[in-house]
């Protein structure tokens, strides 16, 4: 029997892979539940003011090639500019190693292992190595990294500054102006729900504050300027207040923050650069001479 193009492609077998029961099967369901068709039984089961007057116009099917195309075409629309916002964003050198075997290679990201459904091999394993670079590049005793974002582990931070401040009456957290405004709205969202009052003034104005339990300071800030806190994290910790500083893909030496007095740092990723990068980088950062 000849066949049309149309016909050999069998658009009717996804619903019927992913749709199990046959007309039949749903037809027993249905006189044992006491419904005459599946639009009266879901009439019945979903209340009347969120259900649509009738079915979405999405049009007719596409296979995966017209929908590959349509998506194409879509995208070709799109300008690409070149980008000034700041916020911590900046073009890195990504190794042609790193990029064709693991952020292009779906299976390393994907797989699932057995003893950890939630996050796969590769991802676990991405982690493990952020956590390495951090302590290296910092010299901090503990790394600990997951996949929050910055802002998220900024707020952490700022509660566990709290948990384990020995000024147990202060109430307060300094926060420079010139973090992230992704990194303020989350950490300012999260200091409501805990009722802590925040102070949002220049990195020098938290001395200022005697009744501070953290300060949160960016090393660059969200304009690009790198800042060395080594004298005022100096004056704060002699204060017992809990210091953190927001690091952004910034590659200082090892020990460098440490070497600052910092309890805590967080790292939105590592950037891999080239090894005279690194060596520009740790210089402007801590203004050492050549």
Same mark, same amino acid.
């Given at each position: 029997?000849?066949?049309?193009?149309?016909?050999?492609?069998?658009?009717?077998?996804? +619903?019927? $892979?992913?749709?199990? !029961?046959?007309?039949?099967?749903?037809?027993? /369901?249905?006189?044992? /539940?006491?419904?005459? @068709? #599946?639009?009266?039984?879901?009439?019945?089961?979903?209340?009347?003011?969120?259900?649509? !007057? *009738?079915?979405?116009?999405?049009?007719?099917?596409?296979?995966?090639?017209?929908?590959?195309?349509? #998506?194409?075409?879509?995208? @070709?629309?799109? #300008?690409?500019?070149?980008?000034?916002?700041?916020?911590?964003?900046?073009?890195?050198?990504?190794?042609?190693? +790193?990029?064709?075997? /693991?952020? =292009?290679?779906?299976?390393?990201?994907?797989?699932?292992?057995?003893?950890?459904?939630? %996050?796969?091999?590769? $991802?676990?394993?991405?982690? #493990?190595?952020?956590?390495?670079?951090?302590?290296?590049?910092?010299?901090?005793?503990?790394?600990?990294?997951?996949?929050?974002?910055?802002?998220?582990?900024?707020?952490?931070? /700022?509660?566990?500054?709290?948990?384990?401040?020995?000024?147990?009456?202060?109430?307060?957290?300094?926060?420079?102006? &010139?973090?992230?405004?992704?990194?303020? &709205? %989350? %950490?300012?969202?999260?200091?409501?729900?805990?009722?802590? =009052?925040?102070?949002? &003034?220049?990195?020098?104005?938290?001395?200022?504050?005697? &009744?501070?339990?953290?300060?949160?300071?960016?090393? %660059?800030?969200?304009?690009?300027?790198?800042?060395?806190?080594?004298?005022?994290?100096?004056?704060?910790?002699?204060?017992?207040?809990?210091?953190?500083?927001?690091?952004?893909?910034?590659?200082? !030496?090892? *020990?460098?923050?440490?070497?600052? *007095?910092?309890?805590?740092?967080?790292?939105?990723?590592?950037?891999?650069?080239?090894?005279?990068?690194?060596?520009?980088? @740790?210089?402007?950062?801590?203004?050492?001479?050549?």
């Amino acid at each position: 029997m000849t066949q049309t193009l149309s016909q050999l492609e069998h658009n009717g077998a996804f +619903i019927e $892979r992913h749709i199990g !029961p046959s007309p039949e099967q749903q037809a027993m /369901m249905l006189d044992a /539940m006491g419904a005459p @068709s #599946l639009e009266a039984l879901i009439g019945t089961i979903v209340p009347a003011d969120i259900q649509l !007057p *009738g079915p979405p116009a999405v049009g007719e099917a596409a296979t995966e090639q017209q929908a590959l195309a349509e #998506l194409k075409a879509i995208a @070709s629309q799109n #300008l690409r500019y070149k980008s000034w916002i700041g916020m911590g964003y900046s073009a890195v050198i990504t190794p042609p190693v +790193i990029l064709r075997n /693991m952020l =292009e290679n779906l299976g390393w990201y994907t797989a699932y292992t057995p003893y950890q459904p939630e %996050v796969s091999q590769g $991802r676990l394993e991405a982690l #493990l190595n952020f956590q390495q670079v951090t302590l290296d590049l910092t010299g901090m005793d503990i790394a600990s990294a997951s996949l929050l974002d910055e802002a998220t582990a900024a707020a952490e931070a /700022m509660a566990m500054a709290r948990r384990v401040s020995k000024l147990k009456n202060a109430n307060k957290f300094f926060i420079a102006d &010139d973090i992230h405004p992704q990194t303020l &709205d %989350v %950490v300012r969202t999260r200091a409501e729900t805990f009722g802590f =009052e925040m102070i949002i &003034d220049r990195a020098e104005k938290a001395q200022d504050h005697d &009744d501070l339990f953290g300060v949160l300071l960016q090393q %660059v800030g969200t304009t690009g300027e790198a800042h060395d806190y080594s004298a005022l994290i100096a004056t704060l910790k002699a204060r017992k207040v809990g210091q953190r500083r927001s690091r952004f893909h910034v590659a200082g !030496p090892a *020990g460098s923050t440490r070497q600052a *007095g910092c309890r805590y740092c967080l790292w939105l990723r590592a950037t891999l650069w080239r090894a005279d990068g690194l060596r520009r980088s @740790s210089r402007r950062l801590l203004r050492q001479p050549r």
